[in-house]
């Protein structure tokens, strides 16, 4: 059943928009507690610290923080492959190009595609960055987050790197949660405006939340 549910177009739509609103939950809260740099560094670093400890004792050091990372990469993967499928099957189904145009489609929805492609990068070189120490500029400093983002912001690149992300992240929000409801059946002609005006918003909340660490980095509120 699992099988014949994932080879059908609607099954693999089904994957997407679970996946995607998995995502969007953990870019919510990610967000309101990248907002904690504002408070200083000793809060931001013990909420990091926080992080690793979440569920003791019953669960050991770190055993959360890697639990919500393999539900995070299994619902990247599948809303990745599942995008990539459709994508090739949505071409194979009609490989002549339109003789008439079709109406023109929303920036977000052409830059779908795209977006995700700059989103997989971004997260490999975030990762990379800020998890891992490997390409972080300066000294990598374990257990001092704090210092790493005003690290990480105070390079143009680090900033130009994350701003293109962060706007791809709002557009791909704006298109895919109102794609999402449609596809699990929250969508109907009563309910779409109040669908898109929910999407418009968290996309906006979104960006504007995340770009504010840059920014304030920046601007010398974040040093």
């Not at 809260?29 to 740099?37: D, E, Q, S």
């Not at 002549?96 to 070189?125: C, D, E, Q």
């Amino acid at each position: 059943m699992a099988r014949t549910v994932w080879d059908s177009s609607v099954g693999k739509k089904t994957v997407m928009a679970v996946s995607g609103l998995i995502m969007l939950s953990y870019l919510v809260v990610h967000m309101m507690g990248n907002l904690k740099i504002f408070f200083g560094a000793g809060e931001f670093n013990e909420y990091a610290h926080w992080l690793r400890t979440v569920g003791e004792p019953f669960m050991h050091y770190e055993w959360t923080l890697w639990l919500v990372r393999i539900v995070l990469v299994v619902a990247v993967i599948a809303h990745g492959v599942s995008a990539y499928q459709l994508s090739r099957r949505d071409i194979k189904a009609r490989p002549n190009k339109y003789v008439h145009k079709k109406p023109r489609a929303s920036y977000a929805t052409r830059t779908m595609r795209w977006g995700g492609i700059i989103l997989a990068l971004f997260i490999v070189w975030h990762l990379l960055d800020l998890t891992t120490g490997t390409v972080h500029s300066g000294g990598f400093e374990e257990g001092r987050p704090y210092q790493n983002v005003v690290d990480t912001f105070s390079t143009w690149y680090g900033n130009v790197i994350y701003i293109v992300a962060v706007l791809a992240v709002g557009m791909h929000i704006r298109h895919g949660f109102w794609s999402a409801a449609q596809t699990l059946g929250a969508g109907s002609r009563s309910r779409d405006r109040a669908l898109k005006t929910v999407a418009n918003v968290l996309a906006l909340v979104l960006t504007c939340g995340f770009l504010a660490v840059p920014v304030g980095v920046m601007t010398g509120v974040v040093s």
